[in-house]
T-cell receptor, first 117, second 109 residues
Framework: GAVVSQHPSRVICKSGTSVKIECRSL??????MFWYRQFPKQSLMLMAT?????????EQGVEKDKFLINHASLTLSTLTVTSAHPEDSSFYIC?????????????FGNGTRLTVT | QKEVEQNSGPLSVPEGAIASLNCTYS??????FFWYRQYSGKSPELIMF????GDKEDGRFTAQLNKASQYVSLLIRDSQPSDSATYLC?????????FGTGTSLTVIP
């Protein structure tokens, strides 16, 4: 089945530093990838839609200059949390769908737990 | 109105019983429908998808779709404690996926 690999699974960083999270589709091509954030005991919140070769589309309230998204190839999207602060601590999850298959489901990476100290 | 609505629960069922999870959606143009399971601290995993009206069975899981009523459900037969999780309903419209807030299910041994 379709596999989405996300790294790192867990990261601890100091306030003010930047963190990059990678999301790869291992056995399919994904023209679109989605980035979510989830706080404890809350539902998934879509942050942005990452489009291969073009700018990402951010949801209302998500700062595009703080959460930099790059989707340089059909199998890789990255999310960089710039100048991280403790309030950015959360569970970040990417997802992707197979571009070649109509009606294909979203497949999720295993998530990245970010802790900013 | 939210795109996808789910009862947040919690829903508790005894082991061996049938768990019934429900979801409604607002866009009649929605094309495909998915159920994901999310364990605490983990990312969602796909368990079922359905595109056509009617029932679709996969092991202990049955997805039901009624496009006229804009209603999707998931039945879990012979519920096990390992089924205890949050179940997310997702609807695909165009290139967008809309998720419900999830229903928390607890299967009591």
């Amino acid at each position: 089945g379709a596999v989405v690999s996300q790294h790192p699974s867990r990261v601890i960083c100091k306030s003010g530093t930047s963190v990059k999270i990678e999301c790869r589709s291992l056995d399919f091509q994904a023209t679109t990838m989605f980035w979510y954030r989830q706080f404890p005991k809350q539902s998934l919140m879509l942050m942005a839609t990452s489009n291969e070769g073009s700018k990402a589309t951010y949801e209302q309230g998500v700062e595009k200059d703080k959460f930099l998204i790059n989707h340089a190839s059909l199998t890789l999207s990255t999310l960089t949390v710039t100048s991280a602060h403790p309030e950015d601590s959360s569970f970040y999850i990417c997802s992707a769908r197979d571009a070649s298959s109509y009606n294909s489901p979203l497949h999720f990476g295993n998530g990245t737990r970010l802790t900013v100290t | 109105q939210k795109e996808v609505e789910q009862n947040s629960g919690p829903l508790s069922v005894p082991e061996g019983a049938i768990a019934s999870l429900n979801c409604t959606y607002s866009d009649r143009g929605s094309q495909s429908f998915f159920w994901y399971r999310q364990y605490s601290g983990k990312s969602p995993e796909l368990i079922m998808f359905i595109y056509s009206n009617g029932d679709k069975e996969d092991g202990r899981f049955t997805a039901q779709l009624n496009k006229a009523s804009q209603y999707v459900s998931l039945l879990i037969r012979d519920s096990q404690p390992s089924d205890s999780a949050t179940y997310l309903c997702a609807v695909n419209t165009g290139n967008q996926f809309y998720f419900g807030t999830g229903t928390s299910l607890t299967v009591i041994p």
